[in-house]
């Protein structure tokens, strides 16, 4: 496995191995490159016809791959285990070829994730607040450290895009994340973003405790109302594919599946 250092490697890799009909499941650009790079998160492993750049995470790497020959197998040498995303549209267009390439190369079926959307055009009632329930953009310290543990906790290691607390404190910051509290006591978080007109839902997670107290719906709740009250009427997330609970939760917004998934293949 090579150290990448210099940007022009990347442009090498590209004009080696990204051509007309790779299968590949990186767009990264130029300034997301730059950034591993100047990390030192940044690796890749050749192949003849087939590479793939492996990007350090803090227990993992990520691996985003340029395969031009599905028979070439590809040399990892690494002990951390390492994920790949593989995007694909609805069970008709799952690329299978990809899957048992993966297999191959001693990688696992791991979980597969759903996109959900909506847009609303018109909404006529929000939803109405317990009386014990409180929700407000998170602006304190505790709220911004229960926020990062809380997901951290919460969410899956290898998919669960978590984010550094780094990330959490700007968040909250630009009011991107959202507090509940039940009888005074912090017991839920939802985090979000707008990106190209559209609003991300990206974590919600509820205390074990709380759970089943109506939480979450109105933490999805304040978060839709938060966008559409400011003109933005579409909005997105994602969620695993059998986490029935929450796919419960969504639809009864009128979120709808998009016909795109991600299955993702591990190799410890």
């Known amino acids: 496995m090579e150290h990448i250092s210099d940007i022009k490697q990347i442009d090498d890799i590209f004009g080696r191995y990204f051509k007309k009909g790779t299968i590949t499941n990186s767009y990264l650009l130029e300034d997301s490159f730059k950034s591993l790079i100047s990390k030192g998160h940044l690796h890749c492993t050749f192949g003849i016809n087939n590479c793939c750049l492996l990007m350090k995470e803090s227990e993992f790497f990520q691996l985003h791959y340029f395969i031009n020959d599905l028979k070439e197998n590809l040399n990892i040498d690494t002990d951390f285990p390492v994920v790949i995303e593989i995007l694909y549209r609805g069970e008709s267009q799952k690329p299978v070829d990809v899957f048992n390439f993966w297999l191959n190369n001693n990688f696992e079926r791991y979980l597969t994730r759903d996109n959900y959307s909506l847009s609303y055009v018109k909404r006529d009632s929000e939803q109405v607040l317990l009386p014990q329930l409180k929700i407000k953009a998170a602006d304190t310290e505790s709220e911004i450290k229960f926020c990062y543990e809380l997901i951290k906790t919460t969410f899956d290691l290898f998919t669960g895009d978590i984010p550094g607390l780094d990330e959490i404190e700007k968040d909250a910051m630009g009011e991107k994340i959202l507090c509940a509290y039940s009888d005074g006591t912090l017991s839920g978080v939802l985090r979000h973003e707008l990106k190209n007109n559209t609003a991300w839902l990206n974590h919600i997670a509820v205390k074990s405790e709380f759970r089943g107290k109506g939480i979450s719906s109105a933490l999805v709740n304040a978060f839709i109302s938060y966008y559409y009250n400011t ?38």
């Open 231 to 268: 003109g933005n009427s579409r909005f997105m997330l994602w969620v695993e594919q059998n986490n029935f609970k929450a796919i419960s939760l969504y639809t009864k917004f009128g979120f709808i599946y998009s016909n795109k998934s991600s299955a993702s293949f591990l190799r410890y």
